[in-house]
């Protein structure tokens, strides 16, 4: 999967397109529930996506479904275990050879999706058209 960023992308450019794509999600909350260092991306109060605000660990950690992350995990280097969080629904990804703006475009969404199927149906945001 090839995109305008190349081989892949560097951690800033990584974690902005994932902050990028949750702030345009339905009913997405945003705060540092955590730590000072943990942006926390949020659908009716389930998380979805953290982002780390540290130069020096630029990663993002996704919800992600078991057989998936496990693919993930075997296809790309710096897609590993969930940081923080359970270790089989959750990865964190790096920047590097292979992580495109598309595939952190479709993680973060399908992280939101994963999220979003928890939630009681009255609880649900409005699907996007």
């Known amino acids: 999967m090839q995109s305008p960023d190349g081989e892949g992308m560097n951690g800033e450019r990584l974690q902005a397109v994932a902050r990028e794509v ?32 540290d130069p020096d660990e630029q990663i993002i950690t996704v919800k992600a479904d078991p057989s998936d992350a496990r693919a993930l995990r075997a ?21 590097g050879t292979g992580i495109t703006r598309a595939l952190a475009t479709d993680l973060v969404r399908d992280s939101y999706d994963l999220a979003v199927q928890t939630l009681p149906r009255h609880d649900r945001p409005p699907t996007q058209g």
Request: hydrophobic content about 40%.
């Open 75 to 95: 296809q790309h280097r710096t897609v590993t275990a969930g940081r923080y969080l359970d270790k089989n629904h959750w990865i964190s990804i790096g920047p």
């Open 22 to 53: 949750a702030a345009s999600l339905p009913e997405v909350t945003e705060g540092r529930p955590f730590v000072d260092k943990l942006d926390v991306y949020k659908v009716a109060g389930k998380v979805f996506l953290i982002v780390t605000d």
